[in-house]
């Protein structure tokens, strides 16, 4: 039975490896500038884009390392609902006034 596991283990991880390659991590853009990275990549949306430079906190955002700048996006995006979406977004750019 162990035996059963580990294999069909090993065969998943290689299935995830092969979709990762597929993929190529999501986003274009992103995967250029964080060629090694082993995360999901996501866009940035373009309210995310507009609010940041409207409060010129790009720089900020991109001085971030790359984990933490795909944490940010991917906290935002996974809102079901757009209060909650701008409630992040103003906490994301504290933060960034902050550091």
């Given at each position: ?8 283990n090993?065969s998943?991880i ?16 992103m995967?250029?500038?964080?060629p090694?990275?082993?995360r999901?990549?996501?866009?940035m949306p373009?309210f995310?884009k ?6 010129n ?20 995006k996974?809102?079901?609902k757009?209060?909650i979406?701008?409630e ?5 750019m ?6």
């Amino acid at each position: 039975m162990r035996i059963f596991r580990k294999r069909r283990n090993i065969s998943r991880i290689d299935r995830l490896k092969k979709e990762r390659k597929s993929s190529k991590n999501g986003s274009k853009t992103m995967s250029a500038d964080f060629p090694k990275i082993k995360r999901p990549l996501y866009e940035m949306p373009d309210f995310v884009k507009n609010a940041l430079e409207e409060n010129n906190l790009m720089d900020s955002y991109r001085k971030k390392p790359a984990y933490t700048q795909i944490d940010y996006l991917w906290w935002i995006k996974s809102a079901n609902k757009e209060e909650i979406r701008k409630e992040r977004l103003k906490q994301m750019m504290k933060e960034l006034e902050s550091s």
